[in-house]
């Protein structure tokens, strides 16, 4: 029954009723934390033979370079030539860089703040007031770039094509201080949805009052599949070069959810004037990458069907945690209309929406209970949900019995939180 239809005495009887539950699980001490979208152990064991791939006498490249030396800023030929694979990019497109992509998009963009970027009339910093699009609800750390680095962020909606794009091209038609979009294009974070070629296209062909409008392309997820559906990406490359705006996008991926979270690969792919720009930045902030590491990398994954065949073996590790999630979710708040959820076919996470004003309170509820969630609101600028509703989930490190526990956890959370709502609102 949906709660919303129950009279006030059934609704005194279900909060008694939920407030028990949750009173017997906050006495079992509980610390499941459910915050980060991390691998599990058992997926990092999955690259166990990369630790040793490369002993002390195969540590040269294909031209003989003696790849634990300095030298080779943007990466060794053979990672450039697997990356440009996995984006489906030329190999001089690509720059291999750390360990993060993270931090190649902060780099990118602080990088534009001090000095500028290709196209633009200089310094980001030079002029007050400059803005970012922000698909919500979306990834927090992409936020936090914004913040630091004074962009002012305007959320945009999420539909299941992408992001809203008649609201982005009346935005960035007018507004030259609008000066870029974030997007995670293939199973979002924390949505799980895939961009539309039509997204694509029109992100490719908008006009922008801005010269240097940059869309950072946020792959993380590339080939995270978890079901049978595999849905294919628009190339941003080829589509910005076809519409005469190839300096559009900076592309961006990493190996922390193929090999190592700690320990991969991260990834940029550019046009030649952005890579030339971003790679003259780099050289006066490091005298080379770990190549080391991209060696490994390259000798284990080997090339794209390598890497495909790593990741079946992710999925089969993975796709059990989301279906015992879904399960469970179905299971205690499926019918009750307090809560709507996301079935991802890949990525890492599931997003929830619960009734208005009522996530900040079963976050805060769930914590008490032992399971620590990330704050309510992360999931848009600022940490601010206008709508107090959205909740990000995210299984992978857990196993199955405590995505059981969790999600009891989780559900019970979200029905003692609305149930009170709905009182409230009741009078
Ligand atoms: N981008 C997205 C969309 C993510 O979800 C994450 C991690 O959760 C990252 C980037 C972090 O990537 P990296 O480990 O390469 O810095």
């Not at 030329?90 to 703040?113: C, E, F, R, T």
Request: net charge negative.
């Amino acid at each position: 029954m949906k709660y919303a239809d129950m009279d006030a005495e059934a609704l005194r009887a279900t909060e008694q009723r939920v407030e028990q539950h949750l009173a017997a699980l906050r006495g079992r001490n509980f610390q499941i934390d459910m915050t980060r979208g991390k691998p599990s152990a058992e997926q990092l064991d999955l690259t166990a033979e990369m630790m040793t791939i490369v002993g002390p006498d195969d540590c040269h490249g294909l031209d003989g370079t003696d790849y634990r030396n300095y030298g080779l800023g943007t990466g060794i030929p053979e990672a450039k030539a697997l990356f440009a694979a996995y984006l489906e990019v030329p190999p001089d497109a690509v720059i291999v860089g750390g360990n993060s992509s993270l931090n190649l998009m902060y780099d990118a963009l602080a990088g534009a703040v001090l000095y500028g970027v290709p196209g633009g009339d200089g310094p980001w910093r030079a002029r007050a007031g400059l803005k970012f699009l922000c698909p919500v609800p979306g990834y927090d750390r992409h936020f936090l770039v914004c913040e630091r680095l004074g962009l002012t962020m305007i959320p945009i909606e999420m539909t299941d094509e992408g992001p809203d794009m008649d609201h982005v091209e009346a935005l960035v038609a007018e507004d030259a201080a609008i000066k870029g979009i974030w997007c995670v294009p293939k199973y979002s974070n924390p949505t799980g949805i895939t961009y539309s070629d039509r997204v694509v296209d029109r992100l490719a062909a908008m006009k922008t009052a801005a010269a240097d409008f940059r869309i950072m392309w946020d792959n993380a997820y590339a080939v995270h599949h978890l079901g049978d559906q595999r849905p294919v990406l628009r190339n941003i490359f080829e589509a910005c070069a076809a519409k005469g705006t190839a300096d559009r996008p900076l592309m961006f991926a990493s190996t922390s959810k193929i090999s190592y979270a700690g320990a991969g690969l991260a990834v940029m792919a550019a046009s030649p004037a952005n890579i030339r720009d971003a790679a003259a930045k780099m050289a006066v902030a490091t005298i080379g990458p770990d190549k080391i590491n991209q060696l490994r990398h390259v000798l284990f994954f080997r090339d794209m069907a390598g890497v495909h065949a790593h990741m079946d073996r992710h999925r089969a590790l993975l796709a059990p945690k989301f279906a015992a999630l879904d399960g469970a979710l179905e299971g205690r708040l499926g019918g009750k209309g307090l809560a709507e959820w996301t079935k991802p076919e890949g990525g890492y996470f599931v997003s929830v929406d619960v009734l208005d004003g009522c996530a900040t309170e079963a976050v805060r509820l769930a914590g008490e209970a032992g399971l620590a969630l990330v704050p309510a609101g992360a999931t848009f600028p600022y940490g601010r949900d206008p709508r107090d509703r959205n909740i990000r989930l995210a299984p992978t490190m857990l196993s199955l019995a405590e995505i059981d526990r969790a999600m009891d956890i989780f559900c019970i959370s979200v029905e003692r939180a609305c149930v009170a709502k709905l009182r409230a609102s009741e009078g």
